[in-house]
């Protein structure tokens, strides 16, 4: 089972939707977890984080968690063609009970919203 | 956030050379980390490149061929020696600000080898 696991996509929306993108991860003892958001040929940038159960609300996204079920999604409201990139889930995944600061990474979701 | 800086932003180079990437952060920060990235595939960490002392590789890295320096808090270079085409990828680094393994990226180097 890989560590951090996203749906595959790619994922298709038409402008105006909600895109729904969904992160499982194996470590129960993880504490952090991130969204990142990769354009074509630049590099990740970081839109969302979530420490605690619940939702968290940040413009259009909405960052959810659920550590009972190891599960972190994100809801882009009102899909904007602009929105159209590669997604990234991260998780702090521990080492003999400590993480050192590391994150891993899921392979990623590539989201398209069309006009 | 921080301003983080990446020399160089692309290279392309011969195979059995070595190529140093720098990067620079406008803020001293105790958390710096090189990633690499393969072509359509996502972020693997090499190191965490500790100020001071040796850098911490991940399983599938070593310090011969991938060597990193940390001199002070604001700069960190990785070196990937003796390079082959597998080595073609792009390279970022990250600092962690504001805790709680929050990290941001640099602008990556893109890195071809023939």
């Known amino acids: 089972q890989k560590e951090v696991e996203q749906n595959s996509g790619p994922l298709s929306v038409p402008e105006g939707a909600i895109a729904s993108l969904n992160c499982t991860y194996s470590d129960r003892g993880s504490q952090s977890f991130f969204w990142y958001r990769q354009y074509s040929g630049k590099s990740p940038e970081l839109i969302m984080f979530?420490?605690?159960?619940g939702d968290k609300e940040d413009g259009r996204f909405t960052a959810q968690l659920n550590k009972a079920s190891q599960y972190v999604s994100l809801l882009i409201r009102d899909s904007q063609p602009s929105d159209s990139a590669t997604y990234l889930c991260?998780?702090?995944?521990?080492?003999?009970?400590?993480?050192?600061?590391?994150?891993?990474f899921g392979q990623g979701t590539i989201l398209t919203v069309h006009p | 956030s921080a301003v983080i800086s990446q020399k160089p932003s692309r290279d392309i180079c011969q195979r059995g050379t070595s190529l140093t990437i720098q990067c620079q952060v406008d803020?001293?920060?105790?958390?710096m980390f090189w990633y690499r990235q393969q072509p359509g595939q996502s972020l693997t960490l090499i190191a965490t490149a500790n100020q001071g002392s040796e850098a911490t590789y991940e399983s599938g890295f070593v310090i011969d061929k991938f060597p990193i320096s940390r001199p002070n808090l604001t700069f960190s270079t990785l070196t990937v020696s003796n390079m082959s085409p597998e080595d073609s990828s792009i390279y970022l680094c990250?600092?962690?600000?504001?805790?709680?393994?929050?990290?941001?990226f640099g602008p990556g180097t893109r890195l071809l080898v023939l």
């Open positions: 803020s001293q920060v105790t958390m």
């Open positions: 979530i420490y605690s159960n």
């Open positions: 991260a998780v702090n995944i521990q080492a003999g009970g400590t993480s050192y600061g590391k994150l891993t």
């Open positions: 990250s600092v962690e600000l504001g805790g709680r393994e929050t990290q941001y």
